[in-house]
């Protein structure tokens, strides 16, 4: 890639995981727009190469309408990064629709309608998208069954649009840590935490697989914690 005029766009950009990819491209010279529902909270919304758009990924409209926000003045794209989403554990007891429709929409929607809103400025032969999934992608947790449900599906979509995308040689990227502490885990003492992955280290492992030179592809990464499935 050309290192003056990289460009990115990583929803859920301003916290977590995706703070961190912002934050670790721009310390490498791309110019990134943060996409979040309030993006202006990112600690490094002021930097001079970064550009904030206040989108809710369930809203069609406003993705579109950030689409071309960038479209306007970027032109084309190096690099989407898809990992706005949210989780909490749902037990089959208590769950309730509200649940089920905030975490599909979010977690899927979400990156179907990016996906599908920012496709078009992606440059072929070198762009890459990579989203953000989950260990709850590969496998099942008691009491988070709408989370790994939405990872599945997350999981499946992204191996379809690998396969539809190569052809302009777009390549398609899954991460899929075990437990990470970001927001999703606040309800945790420190102490549950302890073993958990800070946001920083996948972030780390995704900035390098996304800048790999384009004849080469890491379709899934999984990074797990070191003493297991948590």
């Known amino acids: 890639m050309n290192r003056h005029d990289r460009v990115a766009v990583v929803t859920g950009g301003s916290l977590g995981i995706g703070a961190e990819i912002s934050t670790q491209l721009l310390d490498d010279g791309w110019t990134v727009h943060v996409l979040a529902r309030n993006a202006g909270a990112y600690a490094n919304a002021g930097h001079r190469s970064c550009r904030t758009h206040d989108v809710d990924v369930r809203d069609s409209r406003a993705l579109k309408a950030a689409a071309d926000d960038v479209a306007a003045s970027a032109g084309q794209l190096d690099a989407l990064i898809l990992c706005a989403g949210i989780g909490y554990p749902t037990p089959l007891s208590s769950v309730t629709r509200d649940q089920y429709d905030e975490l599909f929409e ?125």
């Open 106 to 230: 979010t977690n899927v929607a979400g990156a179907v309608f990016t996906a599908q809103a920012f496709a078009p400025l992606l440059r072929d032969g070198q762009a890459v998208i990579t989203v953000i999934s989950s260990i709850a992608g590969r496998r099942g947790f008691a009491d988070w069954s709408l989370y790994c449900a939405s990872k599945h599906g997350l999981e499946g979509f992204t191996a379809s649009i690998r396969d539809e995308l190569r052809p302009r040689r777009i390549r398609v990227t899954s991460i899929q840590p075990g437990s990470v502490d970001t927001p999703s885990y606040d309800h945790l003492s420190a102490e549950e935490k302890a073993e958990f992955m800070e946001p920083a280290t996948v972030a780390a492992l995704t900035v390098q697989a996304i800048q790999l030179p384009p004849e080469a592809v890491v379709e899934v990464l999984f990074l797990n914690n070191a003493v297991g499935d948590l």
